[in-house]
């Protein structure tokens, strides 16, 4: 597990409702973002008009806003413990002051874990629903999947490299089953750090062998574990609840 590869990518995601108005937007983040970010990493703007205007989290560098609108649609949805939840979860980002990886990774880890499991059947009625943060944090509870894309854009938001982070399915060796996990790794090469909803302590892969990894992803990307813990990318079919959930975050739907 400790050598499973770290996909990166230089795409920048915009919905572009109004192109000046982007333009604008861009213009502004390159004089904030130092410009190395702009070259090696991951900048995904989950930015529209509406969004700006009225809707959901706005994640880009260093800023990070649940619009009011965003809030009382939760709440009218959810109840009102659903505004409670978002904005701990706004004042995580907003207020974190660590002076390590390590003590983000502790706070983020131990935040989400204090939410509730639901199976998918139980909280969505489906059998496969993979939830973004605010729909996971609004109706307070989720699986697997949900704990690792609500860490994985928790870190983002709180300003972690996408290379630095992986969100991987494994096999949960004592459960008989699949699941899913956030790892971390300072810079290639390192052995991952797992944050997991099972357990609150983070452990490194090495401490973690009850878990055996299926496969990875981050951004875009998708890696199949192979022999030696080396992998290959794919475009497998796997990614499709992926881009279904951005594309609803995209489009500002809870």
């Not at 096999?171 to 797992?194: F, I, Q, S, W």
Request: glycine share 6%; net charge positive; hydrophobic share 40%.
């Amino acid at each position: 597990m400790h050598n499973l590869l770290i996909g990166r990518t230089n795409t920048i995601s915009v919905r572009v409702d109004k192109p000046e108005l982007m333009n604008r937007i861009l213009q502004h983040l390159r004089r904030q973002v130092p410009a190395t970010f702009w070259k090696t990493g991951v900048l995904l703007v989950l930015i529209s008009l509406t969004g700006l205007l009225r809707g959901s989290p706005v994640l880009a560098g260093n800023i990070f806003n649940i619009s009011q609108d965003t809030l009382k649609k939760a709440e009218a949805k959810w109840g009102r413990d659903a505004r409670t939840r978002l904005l701990a979860w706004e004042n995580l980002i907003r207020s974190d002051n660590s002076t390590s990886d390590l003590e983000k990774l502790e706070k983020v880890n131990a935040f989400m874990n204090k939410i509730p499991y639901g199976e998918d059947i139980d909280v969505w009625g489906v059998d496969d629903y993979w939830a973004t943060p605010i729909e996971f944090l609004g109706i307070g509870a989720g699986d697997c999947e949900d704990y690792a894309i609500a860490k994985y854009f928790t870190l983002k938001a709180m300003g972690f490299a996408d290379e630095k982070l992986n969100i991987t399915y494994v096999k949960a060796v004592k459960l008989n089953r699949t699941h899913m996990v956030l790892t971390y790794v300072n810079k290639p090469g390192d052995e991952p750090l797992v944050l997991d909803n099972l357990i609150d302590t983070i452990k490194p892969a090495s401490g973690r062998q009850d878990l055996l990894p299926i496969f990875s992803f981050n951004g875009t990307n998708l890696w199949m574990a192979q022999q030696r813990g080396q992998g290959k990318v794919t475009d497998s079919s796997r990614l499709r609840p992926w881009r279904e959930l951005l594309k609803r975050m995209q489009e500002n739907n809870l």
